[in-house]
Every structure is written in C-alpha cells, then in structure tokens.
T-cell receptor, first 111, second 113 residues
C-alpha cells in the first residue's frame, strides 16, 4: 500500500518556468489537497478537491492551478514560477473529514 | 477565519518527563481536530483524531483532549523518549468546509537522553 506519492522530491526552477507537481493516492480517498510549508508560517492550503471534477481554492491559490480528472490523481501546476513560490509542497488525502494522509513532500526552489 | 495557535513553539526536556503541548483555535465550530508528527525533511503523520463530539483520544503514551467550547486541545506525552523528538502540529477541520485543515505552526520537541 503506497499511500500518497508525490513526485518529484526535489526541483529547481528558473523564474518564469512552469511545472507540474504530481500527487497520487491508492486509498480511494475522496478528499485531496495541496499545502505549502514555509518557515515560521506553518502549512497553508493552496487548493483542495472533494471528488473527481470538483476543486476549490484555499488560502494561497494565486499562481497555482489544479484539476482532478480521476479519484487517484491531483496534480498541482505552477504557471510561471516566482521566487516567492520557493517552499515545500505537501499533498494530502482523506475520506471525507477523516484521518489525513500526507505525502513526503516536494522541495521546490525557484531561482 | 480560523486561527490555530500552538504553545510552546519549542520545548527541550530530558528523557522520562511527562509533557503537555497546547493548541488553541478561534472558531469553535469545528468538525474534528488532528494531531500530527513531522520528522525533519519528512511528511506529516497523523497521531490522533478527535471528533468534535469527543473529549479525548488515546494511543499508547499519547493522549489528546478537546474542549471545543473553549477552543483548546492538549496533547499529553507520557514518559518521553528521545525517539519522540519531532515537530508536533495540530490542525482543525471546520464543519462548513470539510477536508480543509487549518494548521498551527507547531511545537518543536527535543527529548535528550
């Protein structure tokens, strides 16, 4: 049972580049979400989804895009990377409002 | 907006002590509260989940209590061990927007032998 899998683990981007952070879960969870973790700021919600085809914005959605075409996958797209998007990104999944399972994170640096 | 605060921000104790970590939240209309553990460079692992109708949950040496009306939760760690060293985060799930977690900034715990 793989749980929540995030790829890549590390990434360096140049300002203006775009990329997609991948997230997949094999637990048939309805709820999936993306958070970013910054020193001194805690985890902040970027986007979340309550099922395939349904997404909504969190606290800090600007500069990010998501879609949910399947139950298993919830990719996060950076449209035009900025240094302010340097962070550690976590994907999470859960049944409704149950125990949340987190991936190991993607450490992104934008130069 | 839901604000979650954790006190203390850091804690360093000798092995064997009993510990209390505190979490408070501003909006008492929560669905549940979770305590997580995060090791350096790793993801979060859920330790305990307390539903809003419950007062406490226990798992091994861990006990979490919830006082929803006063907006407080505590995580009690009995007989602490060096392996307990990690950052502990609490998060609340609001009833109006299930699946959205609001996190505190965490308590960084160091247990030395």
């Amino acid at each position: 049972n793989a749980g929540v899998t995030q790829t890549p683990k590390f990434q360096v981007l140049k300002t203006g580049q775009s990329m997609t952070l991948q997230c997949a879960q094999d637990m048939n969870h309805e709820y999936m979400s993306w958070y970013r973790q910054d020193p001194g700021m805690g985890l902040r919600l970027i986007h979340y989804s309550v099922g395939a085809g349904i997404t909504d914005q969190g606290e800090v959605p600007n500069g990010y895009n998501v879609s949910r075409s399947t139950t298993e996958d919830f990719p996060l797209r950076l449209l035009s990377a900025a240094p302010s998007q340097t962070s550690v990104y976590f994907c999470a999944s859960s049944y409704s409002a149950g125990v949340a399972f987190f991936g190991q994170g993607t450490r992104l640096t934008v130069v | 907006k839901q604000e979650v605060t954790q006190i203390p921000a850091a804690l360093s104790v000798p092995e064997g002590e009993n510990l209390v970590l505190n979490c408070s939240f501003t909006d008492s209309a929560i669905y549940n509260l979770q305590w997580f553990r995060q090791d350096p460079g790793k993801g979060l692992t859920s330790l305990l989940l307390i539903q809003s109708s419950q007062r406490e949950q226990t798992s091994g040496r861990l006990n979490a209590s919830l006082d929803k009306s006063s907006g407080r939760s505590t995580l009690y760690i009995a007989a602490s061990q060096p392996g307990d060293s990690a950052t502990y985060l609490c998060a609340v799930d609001r009833g109006s927007t299930l699946g959205r977690l609001y996190f505190g900034r965490g308590t960084q715990l160091t247990v030395w032998p």
